[in-house]
């Protein structure tokens, strides 16, 4: 069976990092265009970054130079590192997958919420 | 960048109606549309990807329609699980939704 399984969410103070994680099971991870999309709490989605087969990352403006993806293929695992964040960064960050450009985010994990507050 | 514009952003219904969203894209993006269904509290779940083309075990009273700069998701026979809120998506860019209610 394919799924997600998110981690790493929790409270951080402005300024501070966090580490999200994005386990795949029954699929290789590596295989998969993997994206992260967020959603403040009553409000709609927004795509944040995506990660290639090939490794090649893309960011929105709006976290590009405080995020970064990276993958352990060993763990079958993708993380998102944020750093330096800010309030307007509180969602709930969703990981999907899809086969690469034009195809649908066919399976998402459960989403993981993040709160920047002091 | 392509921009991706629902409407309505409500909608009112009853079970065993019809309702009909629409999304344009600020420019053509031929049948390259996917639609979701978000319950509360869950993740988005696709429903028809390519416009048109009905996800596997999504009933077959969702339908999809449209191409270009403009598309529709229909559904018909309204059951009390299809109150949610609708995403059209396109490459990085979504809709601002459309809740069910």
């Known amino acids: 069976e394919v799924q997600l399984e998110q981690s790493g969410g929790g409270l951080v103070h402005p300024g501070g990092s966090l580490r999200l994680s994005c386990a795949a099971s029954g699929f290789t991870l590596r295989s998969y265009w993997i994206h992260w999309v967020r959603q403040v709490p009553g409000k709609g989605l927004e795509w944040v970054s995506r990660i290639t087969t090939d490794g090649r990352t893309r960011f929105a403006d709006s976290v590009n130079g405080r995020f970064t993806i990276s993958r352990d293929d060993t763990r079958n695992t993708l993380y998102l590192q944020m750093n330096s964040l800010r309030a307007e960064d509180t969602a709930v960050y969703f990981c999907?997958?899809?086969?690469?450009?034009?195809?649908?985010?066919?399976?998402w994990g459960q989403g993981t919420l993040v709160t920047v507050s002091s | 960048d392509i921009q991706m514009t629902q409407s309505p952003s409500s909608l009112s219904a009853s079970v065993g109606g019809r309702v009909t969203i629409t999304c344009r894209a600020s420019?053509?993006?031929?049948?390259?549309l996917n639609w979701y269904q978000q319950r509360p509290g869950k993740a988005p779940r696709l429903l028809i990807y390519g416009a048109s083309n009905l996800k596997s075990g999504v009933p077959s009273r969702f339908r999809g329609g449209g191409s270009g700069t403009y598309f529709t998701l229909t559904i018909t026979s309204l059951q009390p699980e299809d109150f949610a809120t609708y995403y059209c998506q396109h490459g990085d860019s979504f809709g601002q939704g459309t809740k069910l209610e």
């Open positions: 999907a997958r899809d086969e690469g450009s034009g195809t649908p985010l066919d399976f």
């Open positions: 420019q053509t993006i031929t049948n390259s």
